[in-house]
């Protein structure tokens, strides 16, 4: 048994076509949704490290190595455009140092616990910014706010 029917008629074979394609679905097109250009797009060739491109501000490198941060080198990476991106000076950037900024990279078990300890810090003040809502709210109205407070 076959997929096409073969009918005896007088139509050309553009209109055979036609009168398939009228019973066919249309067929949807997928857009490609917009992302934006990403020159420094790296990996790291080992998972456990992490990977951070980081200003080369003398007081901001200080601050990282005390973090724990270490000059990443050649091989901890791939770069999404092995031949190097454009620096802006018209010669290509290497795959560790973009114009003012070096990639650096820390292990992922200590880039984990300072992702906590900045969630826990964000945390407490939220905690703050309820509890000094609430107050105010009671020292305006009198009222005692009594669940959550939505901080936008």
């Known amino acids: ?9 007088d139509d050309s074979p553009d209109e055979a076509i036609q009168r398939r394609n009228r019973n066919a679905k249309p067929v949807k097109k997928g857009t490609r949704s917009w992302a934006p250009s990403a020159p420094l797009g790296i990996k790291s060739r080992d998972p456990a490290y992490r990977l951070r491109w980081v200003n080369t501000e003398p007081s901001n490198m200080l601050r990282k ?5 270490e000059p990443a080198t050649r ?8 031949n190097g991106v454009e620096s802006g000076a018209g ?3 290497g795959v560790l140092e973009y114009r003012d900024m070096v990639l650096m ?3 992922e078990e200590m880039a984990q ?3 906590a300890y900045y969630q826990n810090q964000a945390r407490q003040q939220l ?3 309820t509890t000094r809502a609430k107050a105010d709210i009671n020292a305006k109205t009198g009222a005692l706010v009594d669940g959550d407070i939505k901080i936008d």
Request: net charge negative.
């Open 65 to 69: 190595r005390s973090e724990g941060w």
């Open 113 to 115: 616990e300072r992702a």
């Open 91 to 93: 010669t290509p950037a």
């Open 127 to 129: 905690s703050g910014l």
């Open 105 to 107: 990279k820390i292990p």
């Open 1 to 9: 048994m076959q997929d096409t029917e073969i009918v005896a008629s």
């Open 75 to 82: 091989h901890d990476a791939v770069h999404d455009r092995p």
